[in-house]
């Protein structure tokens, strides 16, 4: 399988609750809620064809709670089938990179807590078509560092939040990106589709002669 993310960003590379007020308050986080108005009916269409596209899932700890305690719950209403993302989420595999969680109560959820590197390679080594990651700041970055991403997909929404945990961290390492996809959305979030690609190349200036 390959292994995608999937994370919706601020313009200042914010990630920290997009979908709520009180969505992800850690750190004392008070501007939640900040994408949501930004998804049109073209953004939600993506987004609906990303989760459609899962094989299985991978969440760290804290997001794997958010969404347990939201499309785990049944809350979507009766007719959860018809929503794209919640068929996706309680019908398919879901994977949680955590040594603390013990007992997941979401159904169809496997813990990996030892080598979690190799249980990745393992999972990524099966037939099939995506590995999903979705939102999952630390661990996305834990992925990155050790070049598990296969391709990451930015929902970048119209917004400066100001505050909150950021996607990248201000120091780490370089990487080149590979852009696959991009298109733009009525109210104004991009969506960009990028391949990890080694190391970046770094020109250096030179002089305009004078004439």
Known sequence: ???????????????????????NERGGFERGGWAMQHFDNEAMTVMDEIFQRAD???????????????????????????N???????????????????????????VLSGDV?????????????????HGCGALFRWLLDNDLVDEMTLFTCPVVVGQGTRLFPDTGRDRALE??????????ITIQVYRPTGRPQYATATPTPST
């Open 179 to 188: 852009l696959v996809d991009s298109r733009a959305c009525p109210k104004g």
């Open 1 to 23: 399988m390959k292994l995608t993310t999937t994370t919706q960003v601020s313009v200042d590379g914010v990630m920290q609750g997009p979908g709520g007020r009180d969505e």
């Open 56 to 82: 299985a899932f991978l969440f760290g700890r804290v997001t794997y709670e958010i969404f347990a305690g939201s499309w785990g719950t049944g809350s979507w209403g009766a007719n959860q089938g018809d």
């Open 117 to 133: 590197a190799a249980a990745i390679g393992e999972l990524k080594a099966k037939p099939g078509g995506e590995l999903q990651v």
């Open 84 to 110: 794209p993302i919640s068929a996706a989420l309680n019908t398919r595999p879901k994977y949680v990179a955590s040594t603390t969680l013990t007992d997941p109560q979401w159904a169809d959820t496997t």
